[in-house]
């Protein structure tokens, strides 16, 4: 039989979701039964499989690799559907793990007549099937023309049916993380690509100091107490400080606060962002390896000799906070105010018995809240703050309208907007003994169905303006030696993220070479600033962007510093593919 290579791929990503996928449908429905409304979602997930392994395949199978590739997944598939089916289990990497660690005894538990049946139907027959087709024969241009084509139709198909079912997907990438991992083979496939990564990559995680020659100058004889809030989902155009009409800054408007307008976030989702705002690479030059190899913020502040504490009621720090004291407040043990979950107040207290301890030195504490993370936003609040209703009670975003979704996160600011209050109250007790302050910014934005798109994480360069342009507030003690009057001024310039690391040394006034003045957005273009040291003179000849330092240039030629960069790019590409249609958040 004598077919084309796109039929061929076609067939087999259709015999994929009809043979091999009854794990994942059969956990689908039971969280989105088979009643009317679903049917359509239901439908979707089934097209839109085909659609991603029908692109996995283009891409994968070229020329007479075609067939072996084919062939090889058939078989990997059959024992993968059979694990899932019989097992309920899903192969992640550190199955994969097991499986390369098990010894033939261990494994020979494992063998069944049924595995048989599964390996020989599901398995070795299609191979062989597939192994008699015969592929027509075309020219290298023709069959990269003819990729290219499939390619972007089965790119477009999978897009057209996440913005038809946005509400559904949103909370299927969101709540329902677990039911990806049945998708066959496509997950098994992600987990041995993580799997070869991880293994190759972990022994080069050498983490580069940076600012070792931070200090606090011997004129500086203040102490200063910052309570940097590391806000979640929070836009900009939802703080009415910002012009929302809602009042949803009932406290804040009390204080003498100073709300950025314009404020963008480097990433649009918590992984990116935060390892991002504490890093000394603007968004453009960050990767997650730099963020893991280099040393942050925090780092330098400890350089200097600051406290540094991170509590944090988020998911983690991801990877900012290894160094550094770092308490859960997830838990509740630890969390004090939790009811169906920990709030975000209980990271407050016990602060100031921990200030008390702190007999000398400047202090930072990073509070990384909870704030407006969806889809359940009516779960970020007491019931107290249940003033915008209806809100939408649910994570299922599909049984909401738009309005009610809208009510939900705007009382979930609300709530953040209590917190940041007690923040400043707590500081404001502290203001006699220290020069206090307190910064927040949002790590990310949020779609709240705009353009029929929910939550974030939206890739940066095709993200609307809501998942980047961000919530941020500034709020100084009388004691705190700064013009609030030119800071107000400049409060509606665009800043960003990338202002964060440069900023928050000038407020500690901390002496580095690796502190650039024009990005600090309090002293940038300040007058009034004392001398510059010789090193802040240097570094601000030098472009904006271009991180300072030398143990940060890459390429230097030290072993061990470059290993991983060069062991990553052959899996790069597969690994990104899987990663996107897997819609990772
Ligand atoms: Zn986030």
Redesign the pocket.
Known sequence: MKTSQTTLHFGSALAFVLFYNTAFFRHVVTVYPSSLPNLGFLASLAVGLAAILMLLLTLIGWRFATKPILALLFVLSAITAYFMNNYDVVIDHTMIQNITQTNFKEAADLLSVKLGCYALFLGILPAVVVSRIEIKPVSWEKEILTKARVALLCVLVVLGLILLFSKFYASFFREHKPLRYYTNPTYALYSLGKYLNRTFTTASTVVRPLGKDAHIPVTDTDRELIILVVG??ARADRFSLNGYPRPTNLFLQQEDVISFSNMYSSGT??AF?VPCMFSIYPRDQFSEQKGKNTENLLDVLRHAGVNVLWRDNNSDSKGVALRVPYQDYKQPGVNTVCEDECRDEGMLVGLQEYIDAQQQGDILIVLHQMGNHGPAYFKRYPAAYERFTPACQTNQLNECTNEEIGNAYDNAVLYTDAFLARVIALLKKNSPRFETAMVYVS??GESLGEYGIYLHGLPYAMAPETQKHIASIMWFGDSFKIDKQALRDKAASRFSHDNLFHTLLGLFEIETAVYNQQLDIVHNGSEQRREPSPARHMVNQKKAETPSGPQLLPADGRPGYNRSSTLVPPSLPMWLLIQLALAKR
């Open positions: 979640e989902a989702s918590t962002s790590d990310h």
